[in-house]
């Protein structure tokens, strides 16, 4: 019987309560895959990978931790190295061991997270297999020929282009964290793990990793925030952008930033929304003085409920949102946290 097409899945476990993006990938690569009649493969490169069993995994005790959460979350298998060497991510190492696997195995398609890992990570497998690579894809689907459709933003994020790679395997593709979601777990569910033991002959590393340090955990990733509060230019300051933490922090959600207030340095850049940065799906997106340019806007089309604050009535994003209040942002921002102080106990 001839082997099965694999759909492969770069299995990014590091924080991984929170790092949702291989169960999104594996979600949508379930989708695909029922569609070319291929097997969905999650690739892990690591250490300690079964680190984080607990008791809510251990409903499969063969497959526990990583491999078994993959399973749950729709891998058919798993190819697994495992070793001391991989303790730290390393670029080097992880793009030799990936290039190895895909020379050997040949999958149709590889979905890596841009993460900012799996930025790197992915040109640097695409060149050495000598394939192409979309990315920071918005949309993946599959073409009556069966090929991948890769949808990304093009011309400065007024145009989603549909890129195809008809003649080089894999098929490569970075995907943004939020972009589909997982599926529920389902520890019922079975595969197959393939042990792939670390290559004798890997030399090492140029890159040395000399110290690492956990930057302060947000609550959760603003991708998977239920509640999203903006904040754009029209706040005026970084004293009054810093208020819609304190209004994020009431409302359970988490903060959201345009380009200009990145770049103005009032935020990090991880809080950024749009085309450069974060696509979010939340119940309800507070929008503080954000004008609505496409490129923000692009990644804030799955919000179910927009409540929008703007001097300017007729600000793009006061046109998209289901209620657009005409005032000044930062007013109503320190006006709803007063309000929500006095009403939450
Ligand atoms: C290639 C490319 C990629 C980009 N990627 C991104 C991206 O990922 N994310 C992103 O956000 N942008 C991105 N941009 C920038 C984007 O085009 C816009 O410039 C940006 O989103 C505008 O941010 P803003 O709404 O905060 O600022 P502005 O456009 O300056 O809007 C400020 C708004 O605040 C309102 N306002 C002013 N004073 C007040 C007040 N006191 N109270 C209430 N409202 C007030 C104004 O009426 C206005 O609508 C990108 C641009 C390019 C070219």
Request: hydrophobic share 40%.
């Amino acid at each position: 019987m001839a082997k099965k097409r694999g759909i492969w899945v770069f299995g990014d476990y590091r924080n991984y309560f929170q790092n949702r993006i291989t169960l999104q990938l594996l979600s949508r690569a379930r989708e695909l895959a029922a569609k070319i009649d291929a097997e969905v493969c999650a690739v892990v490169f690591g250490h300690w990978t079964d680190e984080w069993v607990d008791d809510a995994l251990s409903h499969n005790p063969t497959f526990c931790g990583v491999v078994g959460e993959y399973i749950a979350h729709g891998a058919d298998k798993v190819y697994l190295t495992d070793h001391p060497r991989l303790a730290a991510y390393s670029m080097e190492t992880y793009a030799v061991l990936m290039e190895r696997l895909a020379k050997r195995e040949k999958p149709e398609m590889i979905l890596i997270g841009a993460t900012a890992f799996g930025r790197e990570f992915a040109p640097r497998v695409a060149k050495r297999l000598g394939t192409g690579l979309t990315a920071d894809c918005i949309g993946l689907d599959i073409n009556p020929e069966g090929l991948l459709v890769q949808m990304a933003p093009s011309f400065g994020g007024n145009l989603i282009a549909e890129i195809l790679t008809p003649e080089r395997r894999p098929q490569i593709a970075t995907v943004r964290p939020g972009t589909f979601q997982e599926i529920p777990h389902d520890y019922v569910r079975t595969g197959k793990v393939v042990k792939v033991p670390l290559p004798k002959d890997l030399t090492a590393d140029r890159v040395r990793l000399v110290r690492s340090e956990r930057l302060p955990q947000r609550e959760q990733k603003l991708e998977d925030a239920k509640v999203v509060v903006c904040g754009g230019r029209g706040l005026g300051s970084k004293k009054k952008f810093a208020k819609l933490s304190e209004l994020a922090e009431l409302l359970g959600g988490e903060v959201g930033a345009t380009r200009p207030v990145v770049y103005a340095d009032w935020i990090d850049h991880d809080a950024l929304v749009g085309q450069a940065g974060k696509q979010i799906r939340p119940q309800i997106l507070f929008s503080f003085g954000i004008s609505g340019a496409i490129q923000h806007t692009a990644a804030c089309n799955g919000a179910k409920f927009v409540i929008a604050v703007n001097k300017n009535p007729n600000a793009a994003m006061m046109k998209q949102a289901d209620v657009a209040v005409v005032a000044d942002a930062s007013q109503v921002c320190t006006t709803l946290i007063q309000e929500l102080k006095r009403r939450i106990r």
